[in-house]
């Protein structure tokens, strides 16, 4: 009976961590802005990298703080120290990611991604459809 408690609590929290990890991605473009409508998201990409390089600009401060006085913190420092440092590094990859797709969506309002998507071929049988 125990075991199967056991199992029971064990395949609840397994199928718990892997719902909410897969909702755990990047937010996507909200609903108000057309998926078609790539400057607004080129846009909206931009204001989500200016609001992680201020965030990013913050938590740096705060290491450098630290790293000026570490005596200040006691035996906690080292938690935040290496608190600090993994947020800074998950702000410099999400930073990095939002840079990208609003590339992405400033080449393709420009209309240089248009072009390469017309120039697929497709072999069926003798015919070739351009």
Known sequence: ?????????ISILLFGFVTTSAFAEAP???????????AALANYYEGLAKE??????AYQQQLNQYEDHP????RQ????????QAN??????????DL????????TAAGGQDKQFNKAKADLGETVIR
């Open 77 to 84: 420092g080292q938690n935040l120290k290496s608190h600090l």
């Open 1 to 9: 009976m125990n075991t199967l408690k056991a199992t029971a609590i």
């Open 100 to 107: 990208q797709e609003a590339e992405l969506h400033r080449k």
């Open 28 to 38: 996507a473009a909200p609903s108000s802005i057309n998926p078609n409508d790539h």
């Open 71 to 74: 005596y200040y913190y006691g």
């Open 52 to 57: 992680i390089s201020e965030k990013l600009e």
């Open 88 to 97: 800074i590094r998950e702000y410099k990859k999400e930073l990095a990611e």
